[in-house]
C-alpha cells in the first residue's frame, strides 16, 4: 500500500490530540529494538495484531515514541508525523501491514538520530542465517526476498532471522544483525512456489489482505528461529529482464549508486531531508566497506535463483 507521510508541528499534534477528547482506545506497547512504541487505536484487531506481532514491554516504561491508529468521519487516508515527539497518527487505515512498518519505520528514525553515538542502523530486508553467519537480502517491492527466504527455509541448514526488516550494529571486527519482530506477518500464497508450505498454513486464518501474524516456529521448529546473526554478505535484489547476468558480485561504487537510486529499498521512511540522505549513505559505505556485496536479478526461477543464494552459505 503506497502512502505519503506528512511531516506536522507540535502545535498540529497538540490540536489532534484535543480533537480524541475521551473517545476509548485500545492500548499496547511494545519492545523493539530496546525502544518502546505504544500503540493506542479505536481497531481492536489491530490491537491484538500488534500483540501477537511484537514483543511486549513493561507498563511502567514510558514510550519512546506513540502511534495513533483511528478512523475519521473523513474515511481518508493519512499517515502524519510529528518528529519532536516521535508521535505518529495513522487515519483510516485497514490494513495491518501499513501499521507494523510505520512502527518500524518510528523505531528506524528514532535511532537514526543517534547513528554516531551508537552505530545502529535499520533495512527493510530479509534475512537468513547458517550456523551464526547469514546473508542479507535487499530489494525493491516483488523482486523476490519474501519468495527467496522462505525458499531458503525449506533447508535444515538454514535458520529463519527476518522476512522484513532487521536491526544492524557495527562493532570493530563484526556486522551484528538483530529480529525486529516476534512474530511475522505471512502472505498466504507461500505454498504457490514452495508447495511444502500449503499443509503448513492450511488451517490459518488470514485477513482481507490475505496475510497473518504467524509464530515463525510453526512453520520451522524452535530451533532454526534466530534472533541474532552476524552479516557475512548483502545480496541487492532487482528484476530486469533487460540486463541478463542473474548473479554476480558488485563493486562499493556499483552497490551505493544502486541503493541511493532506489531510496535505500526502504519505502517506510518517515523523513526524507539531506541531512537524512546524509546519514544513510554514511552508514551504506562503512556497511558495503565490511562485507562482500552481490547483485541477484531475479530474472530466472525461483529454484535457479535460490541456487545462487546457497553459495554465499
Given amino acids: 500500500m503506497e502512502y505519503k507521510v506528512k511531516l506536522i508541528s507540535q502545535e498540529k499534534k497538540r490540536e489532534f490530540m484535543k480533537s480524541l477528547n475521551l473517545r476509548q482506545l485500545y492500548q499496547a506497547k511494545a519492545e523493539i529494538h530496546g525502544t518502546c512504541i505504544k500503540l493506542l487505536t479505536d481497531n481492536?484487531?489491530?490491537?491484538?495484531?500488534?500483540v501477537e506481532n511484537f514483543k511486549g514491554m513493561l507498563e511502567t516504561i514510558r514510550p519512546h515514541g506513540r502511534i495513533f491508529c483511528i478512523c475519521t468521519k473523513s474515511k481518508k487516508m493519512s499517515v502524519e508525523y510529528e518528529p519532536l515527539s516521535n508521535t505518529l497518527i495513522v487515519k483510516n487505515c485497514d490494513y495491518y501491514g501499513l501499521l507494523k512498518s510505520v512502527a518500524l519505520a518510528l523505531v528506524a528514525d528514532f535511532i537514526e538520530k543517534f547513528t554516531s553515538e551508537h552505530r545502529r542502523y535499520s533495512l527493510h530486508t530479509s534475512y537468513v542465517d547458517s550456523a551464526g553467519g547469514g546473508?542479507?537480502?535487499?530489494?525493491?517491492?516483488?523482486?523476490?526476498?519474501?519468495?527467496?527466504?522462505?525458499?531458503?527455509?525449506?533447508?535444515?541448514k538454514y535458520n529463519f532471522v527476518t522476512d522484513d526488516w532487521i536491526f544492524v550494529r557495527l562493532y570493530d571486527n563484526e556486522i551484528v544483525v538483530n529480529s525486529s519482530e516476534k512474530n511475522s506477518y505471512i502472505r498466504d500464497d507461500l505454498g504457490e512456489v514452495w508447495g511444502e508450505y500449503k499443509d503448513r498454513i492450511k488451517n490459518i486464518k488470514f485477513d482481507k489482505y490475505s496475510r497473518s501474524i504467524l509464530d515463525v516456529t510453526k512453520l520451522f521448529g524452535d530451533g532454526r528461529v534466530r534472533k541474532e546473526s552476524v552479516m557475512t554478505a548483502l545480496v541487492l535484489?532487482?528484476?530486469?529482464?533487460?540486463?541478463?547476468?542473474?548473479?554476480?558480485?558488485?563493486?562499493?561504487?556499483?552497490?551505493?549508486?544502486?541503493?541511493?537510486?532506489?531510496?535505500?529499498?526502504?519505502?517506510?521512511?518517515?523523513?526524507?531531508?539531506?541531512?537524512?540522505?546524509?546519514?544513510r549513505v554514511e552508514f551504506f559505505k562503512e556497511l558495503i566497506s565490511r562485507t562482500d556485496v552481490y547483485m541477484l536479478n531475479t530474472i530466472e526461477t525461483p529454484q535457479e535463483s535460490l541456487e545462487h543464494l546457497k553459495k554465499l552459505f
Fill in 44 to 50: 481492536k484487531e489491530f490491537r491484538n495484531m500488534w
Fill in 135 to 156: 546473508v542479507c537480502m535487499m530489494g525493491l517491492s516483488k523482486s523476490g526476498k519474501t519468495t527467496l527466504t522462505y525458499g531458503l527455509m525449506l533447508e535444515k
Fill in 237 to 279: 535484489l532487482k528484476r530486469d529482464k533487460k540486463d541478463r547476468i542473474p548473479f554476480r558480485k558488485l563493486s562499493a561504487k556499483e552497490a551505493l549508486d544502486f541503493l541511493i537510486k532506489n531510496d535505500f529499498c526502504n519505502p517506510h521512511m518517515l523523513v526524507r531531508n539531506k541531512e537524512k540522505k546524509m546519514l
